[in-house]
């Protein structure tokens, strides 16, 4: 992600703009392990993949060919329009959740509030894997402690009800969420930390209620910030692989080995050995991304040094 | 975050194959050892007892998920062997009856040919149905763990009790599905919602889904050994009697198993007796027994298959005399009485073998009656008309028909969306398919 070296959590805005060029060397000098490993594991794999999706398995120039073997494929399209699905609907669901909770949060005295923090934060804590087998379980009427709500929400007596294909992707942003927006709530309340306090105080003097407060006040200040989570969680959603392959597996293939784009590509390059297929759309998911974090950016101004 | 993810799984399937690798190693360790196996869990036994019969061999014994429905583990592991250039083990154990039709095919060759390995002699004493299994252009490049034909299980006791007659006829016994439903509800003659399904009902009915003829695959739902399956299912999957479940789920057991069970019959493979109705079901002791696979009104029997596991050599197996003794050991020696442990999961595929497993079958106190006489029969009856294919079909039909007969869709409805999503994966595999 471009956002490394100048990311927004790194720096209060005023001493940001006071000496920009010595804070930039020494954020350089905090942010060189990272580059190690972003090049390592991020940038030479990327390169990697570009390399392979434009050539044949020869290693002879291809052209877009891998592309438009691969856009033709049958598993293509449902696959890609399960992930937009559930890209919008956790990705609405995070920002609307994530910056109502936190600002309901920080609204809170700070006893409460810390305890709330550490409890939003603790299913974050479990390992993404593990947490979608917590789910499995949680999905089974027979098994799960909350089965009346399995029963009447998602209206399954069945496992197999549970994750039918129209609910799908509803079921993976729901398991997501849990798993992810807890600390997502606790990274945006940071950042409301860093509005002064003479802001709030102002802001109270001129008759602000504490919905004005948080709605006129902070949510424009922490703006970056969501931005930020929104361009992290675009890519992370698009590149769906872990809660499907592990339904797939646990639902003895009910739900497709190629449900989501990403487990396509690892079909074709384990099943079929095409490596060269798997790589475009490797490819493909970088630019959704790419693409999804230029419109983000330009749109909220994410790095305009002087806001 | 996604970085995260990926490596969480990582992690997991590390923390899985080391926790299988130290479970069964005994402490071999990969490079002295002269014979390294991958098993499942259910073949760890023989592995074990084989490691305790020649202490001399030094073994590396691995356990890994054997099952499949299309889970990829054994080719994502064979594709980077390949890539490195090592790694692969001599002798790989699979519950999927297929895998050795794409591990002797590129990209993967992997599985070596037994014609040099497993001497004639030893090799004919297979079933022809399960020679043919193995052979991929003409080479034998597997020999079958287990066979694994379908027969009808029968809850004897409960029969009596009913006063119904065990039936011989798919006819037979839609018609006593319907008078049960009514009779006696909640009780069931079979289920239709496994991954395997497909195999007792379609192709235990000659229904042409994966026929191999020549480069040529014929995939025809359309065809009439399907549609009137289907239509003979349809009212029963309605009525209840054949309940679109997997006999592997908790429902499943907490619905029809247990001391009260509502299991009356069930068309299913040889291992179901241990696996599913006494592990997994817990009926009690005393009410099941076998019965001969149910034919079509007065054709010809044929039944179906599920399972089957096939033992696979590598091709890069370092000393395949070894690797080969431990295969020919494994099939044709282990333990055809053992109990508990030891005892044989399935059918064993090796005839010599089968005489003395049937015998300790017939004795033992489980069954109601002697199973031994309707599995013998059903050993050799298993329909050639169902090619092995290099794309696993489990998947298919999960995605495809179960979930939409859990909907309440119906099978007749389904079997042509079903054929075309085949003729997709078979395409996608390579296959020229076509519809008659």
């Not at chain 1, 922490?222 to 959603?237: C, D, E, N, P, Q």
């Not at chain 2, 198993?257 to 019959?265: H, Y």
């Not at chain 2, 050639?384 to 998947?395: A, E, K, N, R």
Request: proline residues 6%.
């Amino acid at each position: 992600m471009p956002s490394s070296t100048t990311d927004p959590g790194n720096s209060s805005p005023v001493r940001a703009t006071r000496s920009r060029g010595l804070h930039g060397w020494r954020g350089f000098a905090f942010v060189v392990p990272y580059l190690a490993l972003l090049i390592l594991f991020g940038i030479l794999p990327v390169l990697y993949a570009l390399k392979l999706a434009f050539t044949k398995e020869s290693g002879a120039w291809a052209g877009l060919q891998n592309f438009t073997h691969t856009a033709t494929d049958y598993r293509f399209k449902p696959a890609l329009v399960h992930v937009l699905l559930y890209t919008s609907v956790w990705l609405t669901l995070l920002i609307l959740f994530v910056v109502t909770l936190a600002l309901l949060l920080h609204g809170r005295a700070s006893r409460a509030s810390s305890t709330f923090r550490f409890l939003y934060y603790l299913p974050g804590a479990l390992a993404g894997a593990a947490s979608v087998l917590v789910w499995l379980f949680m999905l089974d009427p027979s098994v799960s402690p909350g089965s009346f709500l399995v029963h009447h929400v998602l209206r399954a007596d069945l496992f197999v009800e549970s994750i039918a294909p129209g609910k799908l992707p509803f079921i993976f942003a729901m398991i997501a969420f849990w798993t992810g927006a807890g600390g997502w709530v606790v990274v945006m309340y940071g950042a409301l930390n860093t509005i002064p306090q003479e802001l709030d105080d102002a802001a109270r003097i001129d008759g602000a209620g504490p919905l004005t407060l948080a709605l006129r006040v902070k949510l424009p200040l922490i703006r970056k910030w969501v931005a930020y989570m929104t361009i992290l969680s675009f890519a992370t959603g698009t590149q769906l692989f872990v809660e499907p392959q592990l339904v797939n597996q646990a639902s003895l293939g009910m739900v497709p080995d190629t449900w989501s784009s990403n487990q396509l590509g690892y079909q074709l390059a384990f099943r079929y050995a095409d490596f060269n297929s798997a790589a475009a759309i490797s490819v493909d998911l970088l630019a959704i991304g790419l693409l999804g974090a230029v419109v983000i950016i330009t749109r909220t101004g994410l790095f305009k040094a002087d806001d | 975050m996604k970085q995260r993810r990926l490596w969480s799984a990582a992690v997991v399937v590390m923390a899985l194959a080391l926790v299988g690798a130290c479970g069964g190693s005994g402490g071999g360790s990969s490079d002295k050892a002269d014979v390294t196996v991958w098993v499942d869990a259910a073949r760890l036994p023989v592995a074990k007892a084989y490691q305790k019969e020649h202490p001399d061999v030094k073994m590396d014994i691995v356990t890994f998920d054997g099952d499949g429905n299309g889970a990829t583990t054994l080719q994502t592991k064979i594709q980077l062997w390949n890539r490195s250039g090592k790694g692969w083990p001599d002798v790989i154990f699979s519950e999927q009856v297929n895998d050795p039709i794409w591990m002797a095919r590129k990209p993967f060759e992997f599985a070596a040919p037994l014609e040099d390995l497993i001497p004639e002699e030893v090799r004919s004493q297979w079933p022809e149905t399960s020679t043919a299994q193995c052979t991929v252009d003409g080479k034998q490049y597997c020999v079958q763990d287990n066979l694994a034909q379908v027969v009808l299980w029968v809850n004897q006791k409960k029969m009596d009790e009913f006063g119904y007659t065990v039936p011989t006829t798919w006819q037979d016994w839609a018609a006593l599905g319907e008078k049960v439903a009514t009779e006696h509800p909640g009780y069931i003659v079979g289920n239709i919602g496994d991954s395997f399904s497909h195999w007792i009902y379609l192709w235990g009915n000659q229904c042409p889904l994966q026929q191999l003829d020549g480069e040529d695959l014929k995939i025809d739902a359309a065809d009439e050994h399907c549609t009137r399956t289907a239509s003979l299912l349809d009212p029963l999957i309605e009525n209840g009697t054949l309940p679109p479940l997997s006999v592997f789920t908790p429902d499943f057991a907490q619905q029809y198993g247990g001391d009260d069970d509502k299991v009356l019959l069930m068309p299913g493979p040889s291992w179901y007796a241990q696996a599913v109705f006494d592990d997994a079901l817990h009926v009690p002791a005393g009410e099941m027994t076998a019965a001969a696979p149910l034919q079509w009104e007065d054709e010809p029997v044929v039944t179906g298959q599920v399972g089957g596991g096939p033992w696979i050599i590598s091709r890069h197996a370092k000393d395949s005399k070894a690797a080969a003794d431990f295969v020919i050991w494994a099939t044709t020696e282990f333990n055809p009485t053992g109990e508990g442990e030891d005892a044989r999961p399935g059918y064993p595929a090796y005839a010599p073998l089968a005489t003395k497993w049937l015998e300790a079958l017939s004795a033992n106190a489980y069954f109601a009656s002697d199973p031994a006489p309707a599995l013998q029969a059903g050993a050799d009856e298993v329909w050639d008309g169902w090619s092995l294919v290099t794309y696993p079909d489990q998947p298919v039909w999960s995605d495809t028909v179960v979930t939409k007969l859990v909907a309440g869709d119906s099978l007749s409805s389904l079997l042509q969306p079903f054929g075309d999503a085949l003729t997709d994966a078979a395409e996608a595999a390579g296959y020229a398919v076509v519809d008659n």
